[in-house]
Structure formats: C-alpha cells, structure tokens
C-alpha cells in the first residue's frame, strides 16, 4: 500500500491531501502562526525592535514548518504546491533537517487558491501521472 500526501500552503495555512493507493483517505488542515504578531514601532528599548519582530517570525516559521513535517510522517511520497513563498521556505526547512522528513519529495510546484475539492483533484491527478 502506498500513502501519499499533498500539501497545499501559504504562509496562512497548510492543506493535507492524504491517498492511499489512489484513493481519497483524509484531508486536514494546520493554521499558521506565521503573521499574526504584528511589528510595532517605538522608541530604542521600548521591546519593538526590528531585530525581535524578524526572530519572532523565524521562530513562527521555525514551528510551522516542524507542524507540517510531522504531520506528512508515514507518506510514501508527497508533493508541495501552492502560491507566494511559503511552500519554498518548507523545502529549506526540510533541506536542513533531513532527518526529520522521511518521505520522497516528488515536486514543489505553483498553484494558485483552490476549493477543497480542486486541491483533491490535484493530488490527485499529479500523482495518477506519475
């Protein structure tokens, strides 16, 4: 039997297509953190610096691309699409810890939003051609 998983992502939220052999088994979805703390100005040692708002976002990234790992755990194979940059900055994070992602990366491609039902479609029809 061959599981294999789509992830849709942006930096809002991530979508899970999972098929095994062929056939629609479940479809999840993780909410970002990425983004919602907002930089606030102010003055030198009021605790809104640039520096601290760029480390609180890396460390969001950081968390959601580790969610997102564990959750394509036990996939065969898994293909990465969607639109912006989100779906680059996870192929960074699983390049610097292989370890944590055991799956056959198959593509990263761009897709633009989606209903439910066309991401499913997607998944698909991507892996029926290959």
Do not use: C
């Amino acid at each position: 039997m061959k599981k294999q998983t789509g992830i849709w992502l942006d930096s809002k939220e991530a979508n899970f297509i999972e098929l095994q052999d062929g056939d629609l088994i479940r479809i999840h979805k993780i909410d970002s953190d990425m983004g919602s703390s907002h930089f606030k100005g102010g003055s030198p040692g009021q605790g809104g610096s640039e520096k601290t708002h760029a480390n609180r976002r890396q460390n969001e990234e950081h968390s959601y691309f580790k969610e997102i790992i564990e959750n394509v755990k036990g996939a065969d194979e898994v293909v990465i699409f969607g639109p912006g940059e989100a779906k680059d900055l996870l192929v960074n994070a699983i390049k610097e810890h292989p370890s944590h992602f055991d799956s056959t990366l198959r593509a990263v491609l761009t897709a633009d939003s989606m209903t439910e039902n066309q991401k499913v479609a997607y998944v698909k029809s991507f892996f029926e051609a290959s």
